[in-house]
Each structure stands twice: as structure tokens, then as C-alpha cells.
């Protein structure tokens, strides 16, 4: 059984960190692309960062470069997106994905990161 479980969402006050993680399970981790995804309240989703297997350079949207960074470790079939100097626009239920040559997509069910004084 497929499974990508979110965690490390909440409530941080503007200019905070948070670092997120998907554990991933059901599925060989080292032959997907890994990638973070986030959809703002009214919105649609939108991709925030992204590394291709199994060690691959990783890329981010340009509202996001210089301030978050995705790594992922095979080893414990996990990728990890770490979040710095947040802004009220980054409030967003994040969301993991994973994607493989054959064209097998899964998604997790997300985790919400909310910025606000």
C-alpha cells in the first residue's frame, strides 16, 4: 500500500522556520522524483521545490529560492523541506509528491503551514 505521510506543519510568526517531512512507504523511494507542492487558501496547487532520484540538483519556484531548501534521505525513504524566513504569503497546506518515469503519481494528503503574527 502506497503511502506519502506529511508532518511539521503549524503556526509560526512571520520571519520563523519550520521543516517539514514525507515519509514515504509502499513503493521503491530511490526510483521517484520527490517533489513539494502547497495550495494557498482559494488558490490552486503550485510547485514549491523538487529533487529527482535518486540524489538529483535540486529546483524551487522563484518565491521560494534562497529561503527554502528540499533534501531527501534514501535511506529512511524520506524528503524534507526545510522552510526559513516565512512570510504570510507562504500559509499554504504543503503538500509531497512522487513521480516516476512510467508516469506513477502519489500524493500525500498534506500538512498546513500557517504564517501569522
Known amino acids: 500500500q502506497v503511502q506519502l505521510v506529511e508532518s511539521g506543519g503549524g503556526l509560526v510568526q512571520p520571519g520563523g522556520s519550520l521543516r517539514l517531512s514525507c515519509v514515504a512507504s509502499?513503493?521503491?523511494?530511490?526510483?521517484?522524483?520527490m517533489s513539494w507542492y502547497r495550495q494557498a487558501p482559494g488558490k490552486g496547487r503550485e510547485l514549491v521545490a523538487g529533487v529527482i532520484s535518486p540524489n538529483g540538483r535540486p529546483n524551487y519556484a522563484e518565491p521560494v529560492k534562497g529561503r527554502f531548501t528540499i533534501s531527501r534521505d534514501n535511506a529512511k525513504n524520506t524528503v524534507y523541506l526545510q522552510l526559513n524566513s516565512l512570510k504570510p504569503e507562504d500559509t499554504a497546506v504543503y503538500y509531497c509528491?512522487?513521480?516516476?518515469?512510467?508516469?506513477?503519481?502519489?500524493w500525500g494528503k498534506g500538512t498546513l503551514v500557517t504564517v501569522s503574527s
Open positions: 509528491k512522487a513521480t516516476n518515469w512510467r508516469g506513477s503519481v502519489y
Open positions: 509502499g513503493f521503491i523511494f530511490t526510483m521517484y522524483d
